[in-house]
C-alpha cells in the first residue's frame, strides 16, 4: 500500500516498511498526515503475513511535530471536541502514536533528524526505538502553552523516570538521541538506525509469529493490569500456543539448527 503521505512496503520475511513521507516538511502532521498514518496503522492489523514493522521518515528527519499552521487555519466549527474517542479509547490526535501499540506485531522505530512534539509521541508509540546520536528530540507541547496530549502520557509509563519526564514537559527542553537513551526515551543508540532497526525486525521475524504476537499483548497487559489479571492471561496466552504446530516447529529448527519454517497468522 502507498498513499501520498504514508508508505508500506512488505518484504517476503513479514517485515514491513513504512515511511512518513512529508520530507519537505520534515513529515510535520497536517490533517492529510493524520489521516494517513491511522489508515496505515489500520491496515497492519490486517495484514496477511506481517511479523514485524519499521518505522521510518523520508529525508532529513522522523518528525517534527504538529504542523500548527494547518489547525489554526481550520474553522473551530470543523473541528471535533478533544474527549470524543473517534478511535476506540482515543481520539484522532491520541491515535497517530496509539495505533502502533495497537498494531499486533512488534514496531522498530528508527529515529533519525528532528523528532518533536507528535513526532516524539509517534516514536514513543513503537515498541523499539533506535535513535541517531544526533537526533534532536523534545516534548515540545508547553512552548505553545500546552501539555502533551497524543498519548504521550499513556505510552511513557514504564519509559521514563517520573521526575526526568516532568523536567522534560515543563521546560520543552530540547535533547539528543544520546541523552534520550539514558532517560528511556531510546532504546539503543545507533549511527545506523534503519539499519539497526532493520536487524531488530529480520531477528523477531524468525521467531514464532504466534508467541511474538502474544508476548506484545502480554506485554500491553503489563502496563495496564493487575498482577492477578497478568498471571492469568500469561497463562491463557501459552496454552494457546503450546503444542502448536508453529512452537513444535521452533523447538526442532533449534534442535536442528536449521532456520525455521513458520505458518504465517
Known amino acids: 500500500m502507498s498513499s501520498e503521505r504514508v508508505t508500506i512496503e512488505l518484504a517476503d520475511n ?18 492529510a498526515m493524520f489521516e494517513a498514518i491511522i489508515a496505515a496503522g489500520e491496515e497492519l492489523r490486517t495484514m496477511k503475513g506481517l511479523r514485524a514493522v519499521v518505522l521510518a521518515g523520508e529525508g532529513r528527519s522522523f518528525c517534527a511535530g504538529l504542523d500548527v499552521s494547518s489547525f489554526t487555519a481550520a474553522p473551530d466549527g470543523e473541528r471535533k471536541p478533544l474527549t470524543e474517542r473517534t478511535h476506540g479509547n482515543a481520539n484522532t490526535f491520541q491515535e497517530v502514536a496509539m495505533t502502533w501499540r495497537k498494531c499486533p506485531v512488534p514496531v522498530i522505530a528508527a529515529v533519525h533528524g528532528v523528532c518533536f512534539g507528535g513526532g516524539m509521541q509517534i516514536a514513543s508509540g513503537a515498541d523499539i526505538r533506535v535513535v541517531h546520536p544526533a537526533s534532536r528530540m523534545a516534548i515540545m507541547e508547553m512552548k505553545w502553552g500546552l501539555v502533551p ?3 504521550g502520557y499513556h505510552l511513557w509509563r514504564g519509559l521514563v523516570r517520573d521526575d526526568v519526564l516532568r523536567e522534560l514537559v515543563y521546560t520543552n527542553r530540547e535533547f539528543t538521541g544520546e541523552e534520550a537513551q539514558g532517560y528511556g526515551l531510546a532504546t539503543f543508540v545507533s549511527e545506523d538506525p534503519l539499519g539497526k532497526a532493520n536487524d531488530i525486525a529480520n531477528e523477531i521475524a524468525n521467531r514464532n509469529p504466534e508467541a511474538i504476537r502474544g508476548a506484545k499483548r502480554l506485554s500491553e497487559a503489563m502496563l495496564e493490569k493487575p498482577g492477578d489479571d497478568i ?3 500469561e497463562s491463557v496466552e501459552q496454552a ?13 529448527a533449534g534442535m536442528q539448527k536449521r532456520p525455521a519454517k513458520f505458518t504465517d497468522v
Do not use: H, T
Request: proline fraction near 8%.
Open 231 to 233: 498471571l492469568m492471561e
Open 149 to 151: 496530549d497524543m498519548g
Open 14 to 31: 513479514g517485515v514491513a516498511q513504512v515511511r512518513l513521507n512529508r520530507p519537505d516538511k520534515m513529515n510535520a502532521l497536517d490533517p
Open 240 to 252: 494457546a500456543i503450546m503444542r502448536k504446530p508453529n512452537q513444535v516447529e521452533a523447538v526442532m
